[in-house]
């Protein structure tokens, strides 16, 4: 993240995985059969299921101890009334807070800069650990 800040990214988006072991690629590269008829492989599936619940876990740390994070605001959004803007509901023409990075959420799904900022740090020696192999 570091490293696509320093050479001008502003607006990075951090989701939440799939079930990897369902992917027809992994299916494809990791099975021996050549039939269409395959299933999910478990093992690729538990990778993502644990690393959604490390995010999961972040946020409900957020929310739960918000003052130590600076925030003010954790379960409305910033955009809108914070209740159900999402999507093309959150646009141009709606009212908007007049800081961020003082809510976890940005609209009523999706999280702020900020929230995505404080699991980035939280869970980057295991996403270093993962990488590097």
Partial sequence: ???????GARKIAVAGLPPMGCLPIVDTFSSN??????SCIEQYSSVARDYNQMLQN???EMQQSSENHGYEKVNVGCCGSGYVETSILCNRASIVCADA??????????????????VFKDIRSTIDLITSG
């Fill in 101 to 118: 990075s003082k809510y976890v959420f940005w609209d009523a799904i999706h999280p702020t800069e900020m929230a995505y900022n404080v």
């Fill in 33 to 38: 059969s050549t039939s269409t008829n395959r």
């Fill in 58 to 60: 972040e946020l409900n």
């Fill in 1 to 7: 993240m570091k490293g696509l800040w320093d050479e």
